[in-house]
């Protein structure tokens, strides 16, 4: 069974940077069908997708943290990774790291999450 690992959680002050990883405890078997992406959540709320990686390689961001967070992938290393830049207080949440491919024949991964918290 794959396991995916977050870290790179942490405090950070407003305006400051995190990098946020996601290794896969091994090769994922079809990974070429996998879309990967970060996704967030605050108690009480509901899971949010933040970024994500098609197929294909185009990402797509939330509105919220365009110009700010940057997804990225090293397949040969099978790790996901999130830059956040210029972070703002309403960025606290848990992060997942997620992947999934369309259609639910194959198996959507999880990993267990890291806490950000953006405060002065």
């Known amino acids: 069974q794959v396991q995916l690992v977050e870290s790179g959680g942490g405090l950070v002050q407003p305006g400051g940077s995190l990098r946020l990883s996601c290794v896969a405890s091994e090769s994922i078997p079809a990974d070429h069908l996998y879309e990967w992406g970060w996704y967030r959540q605050t108690p009480g709320k509901l899971r949010t997708s933040v970024a994500v990686?098609?197929?294909?390689?185009?990402?797509y961001y939330l509105d919220a943290v365009k110009g700010r967070f940057t997804i990225s992938r090293d397949s040969s290393e099978n790790t996901l990774f999130l830059q956040m830049d210029n972070l703002k207080p309403e960025d606290t949440a848990v992060y997942y790291c997620?992947?999934?491919?369309?259609?639910?024949?194959?198996?959507?991964?999880w990993g267990n999450g890291t806490q950000v918290t953006v405060s002065s």
């Open positions: 990686i098609r197929r294909g390689g185009r990402s």
């Open positions: 997620n992947g999934n491919s369309p259609g639910g024949v194959l198996p959507n991964y």
